[in-house]
């Protein structure tokens, strides 16, 4: 239990001294990328103290986005009133770089499911006004540029409460009169009125989900469950989309339904198709590239990364993948740490090593709980085994 399960990661002679990259993912609803490089830099460098190393917390377009970006770019953090995916007032913030004009958010600062106890899910009723009221604020400020990290939503509104605080108003087919942006009225909608919409800088969606909006890949099918939805609601909520997309395609001749990630987060990727004209681009290009990950690979001797679990969705876009990849073409060896890792040749082949953190028998609640300590001795374990001439 906790040792190394597979790897080609060979050392002739034992590393005393070694330029160390440490470039982990969050655990999710355990630690933060940050705060899992700092465990990872704390076991490590109990046994092998002179290491150099370096530090690049990494994301994809979910839950940290915002704070990776920041810890590469100069600007300051803007903190705002907003409200929750049910309407409740929160504080939020998002990081401002003014030399470029361009404001850097996450979807989930307002709209995201860890907003929300289990027992307050609601697919009838949760909606991303919250993210649209971020996004008010930094077109007020001058924003030229909005780099917005999809994932985490609590929502499955396919943006409508996010367009609404931009300006947008979806009227009632019988009474002609503003609906409420939420998922519950998505069939009532017949008209889009688009006369207090003001201009809109260019918006750039980080996405690592390839899903289209319909469908049994669609944001209902897939993802509502995970949010309070039960078969009732997903087929609720797939109508009331489908009937999204049809006003849409209608009153603004646009038709971005079946493009891969309009699903995203609830919809929210259709939303900024449709709304904003937004961009999209896998959120792990986008961190990677503002970082400049590539370059500080290629400068180190060892990579270590990680996340919660590494499987088979970690080859579909995740950091820990992407960064074996950049790590593999720059020759680098790739170390990947987790608290369960599926043993499939795909994955194995993609390291040079993978610890599997756990090294007692604990409960998952234990186990999220005591990451940091498991992190902690898992480096140290991986140092020693790189501190000797031996073939992991």
């Not at 009169?177 to 969606?205: F, Y």
């Amino acid at each position: 239990m906790g040792s190394a399960i597979a790897g080609r990661l060979t050392t002739r002679h034992p590393l005393e001294c070694v330029k160390l990259l440490i470039a982990p993912d969050k655990f999710k609803g355990s630690l933060s990328a940050a705060a899992v490089s700092k465990a990872l830099s704390i076991g490590w460098k109990s046994v092998l103290p002179e290491t150099e190393v370096s530090f690049a917390p990494m994301a994809d377009g979910g839950e940290g986005f915002t704070e990776a970006l920041a810890s590469a770019l100069t600007g300051e953090w803007i903190s705002l009133p907003s409200v929750d995916a049910l309407g409740r007032p929160i504080s939020c913030r998002f990081f401002w770089v003014p030399t470029t004009r361009t404001a850097v958010l996450a979807m989930s600062e307002a709209s995201g499911i860890e907003r929300l106890l289990p027992g307050e899910r609601d697919p009838y009723r949760a909606n991303t006004e919250g993210t649209g009221i971020l996004l008010r604020h930094a077109i007020g400020l001058g924003a030229k540029r909005v780099l917005l990290g999809l994932g985490g939503s609590a929502t499955t509104d396919g943006g409508i409460g996010m367009a609404a605080a931009l300006g947008y108003r979806f009227l009632c087919a019988q009474s002609h009169q503003p609906l409420e942006p939420i998922p519950a009225n998505l069939s009532k909608i017949g008209r889009i009125d688009r006369s207090h919409v003001g201009v809109l800088p260019e918006i750039v969606a980080a996405c690592d989900v390839q899903n289209p909006l319909l469908g049994p890949r669609g944001t209902a099918s897939v993802f509502a469950p995970q949010k309070g939805a039960d078969p009732e609601a997903v087929a609720f909520l797939e109508n009331g989309l489908q009937h999204l997309s049809e006003i849409v395609s209608r009153e603004l001749n646009r038709d971005f339904k079946d493009t891969p990630g309009a699903g995203a987060a609830g919809g929210i990727g259709y939303g900024l198709l449709s709304f904003c004209l937004a961009a999209m681009e896998p959120g792990f290009d986008l961190v990677a590239g503002a970082i400049g990950l590539e370059e500080r690979i290629a400068q180190t001797d060892l990579v270590l990364t990680g996340e919660g679990r590494v499987d088979s969705q970690t080859l579909e876009g995740k950091g820990p993948a992407g960064i074996a990849a950049l790590a593999r073409a720059a020759g680098k060896p790739v170390i990947a740490f987790a608290g369960s890792i599926e043993e499939s040749p795909e994955i194995l082949a993609r390291f040079d090593a993978l610890f599997p953190i756990i090294d007692k028998a604990v409960s998952l609640e234990d186990a999220m709980r005591d990451a940091s300590p498991f992190l902690h001795r898992a480096a140290a374990r991986a140092a020693r085994l790189l501190s000797n001439p031996i073939t992991l």
